[in-house]
């Protein structure tokens, strides 16, 4: 079931951002009808409206995160960012295939505007906010997720627990009250969210209140699954059953699922072939026209190393905890950071030739005030890649999958792919 077949159900009781109406919506849709997003274009508006609700829906990561909790935050990023990239593109391709009809010739725009405005609102209203449902609740269960397993020892079990009201799916209200052990695998494919809008939850619950609560619903807990073996056919089969998009624990895996969706398999089947390429996909300017203008562009940052004799005493001065940490404060931050082994990459013969050193009190500018930053996943690359555009060159933070800063260096190919993948951020 998809989110355009739930979307008739979504509340919306949560304050949206909002998408394009009136004259701003009727410029987009004659900019579309004139051709004006050529090739596979996504208009800007659309882009950032997918980008921006759903970024919104996954929130912000606490100050204070064990490195459990942001490996956890970096997969919903990357899911969500891959999702609304997926969507955006195929939208747009949809929206500009209504300019023509069957034969390839361009239709009256009266009939483009009509099929446009309800296609436009189908993907920026009711699906979208059933999108934004799904992330902010397998987020929220993520979170809770990470918790259960911090409390396991005193909270070893988890009751599954259902809206009881006349929304409830009837499967759904099946599992209210079913118990089984927090490390039980059944929780890998029946821990909600379990579908579009879902609102079922779990509780936590001490061995005592477990056995308290013993009924058919408790799974056996010795370990002897041949033990009353039929009262759980009901659950195996409905864990059996589940839509693959959503069998999966939020706490473990990504909020919503990317090559599953019908976005991603409309644009080409596969998340490896899903590199958006900023001048034929984002309608951005090409490096080369980004620097007819240099003179505009700031001047490189003075760095505090000027010699490869001053960087171990450089990083032991400003080192907390063995690493220098930088923030991007986003509508999803990204913590950044220098850490030990980032100093060793720096310290490498080619590193220290190219006199990487000195692009080191440009670090904290580069992250803070980007002007790009794409979730790239090519082999080469494969993480957040930061941008600055300088006067003299850009300069490209490479940060992991881990945050820690891969590389950094001044851009002197342009036609190389640090700017490729999905767009996070343009200024």
Known sequence: VSAREQAEDSPRTVARITAATGAELDKLLKDIYDQKFAGTIIPEQIEQLNRAKLATALGRLQDQYDPITLQWYNRQMRAVYSFSAAKSYTEAQELKALVFDADGNIRPYTQFRADALALYNNYNENWLETEFNTVKRGNQMGRKWLQIQKDKEAY?????????D????EAHKELHGFIAEVDDAIWNDIYPPNGW?????????????????KSLWLRNYDGDRSVNKSLYGPIDEFATNMPENFKRNTGKEAVIETESSVYYKKYSGSTKKFQLRPEKDYNMKSIE???????LL????????????QIDAWFAQNTVNNQISYRWNGITPIDVFFTK??????????QLAEKRF??????????????EIWLNESAQVKGFVFIKYYQDKPVVVIVSEKNAIQTLYQLDNPQKNERL??????K
């Open 289 to 295: 026209q980004i620097y007819q203008k240099a003179n």
């Open 197 to 213: 809008n879902c609102r079922c939850t779990v509780k936590q619950l001490s061995r005592k209140q477990a056995e308290e609560l």
């Open 156 to 164: 070893p079990f988890l009751q599954y627990i259902a809206e009881l």
């Open 166 to 169: 006349d929304r409830v799916r």
């Open 358 to 371: 000195l692009l080191f009190g440009s670090i904290d500018d580069v992250i803070k005030n980007p002007d």
């Open 341 to 350: 082994d980032t100093l060793k990459h720096m310290k490498m013969p080619k």
């Open 421 to 426: 993948g999905k767009l996070i951020y343009r």
């Open 298 to 309: 700031p001047a490189l940052l003075p760095s505090p190393v000027q010699t490869a004799q």
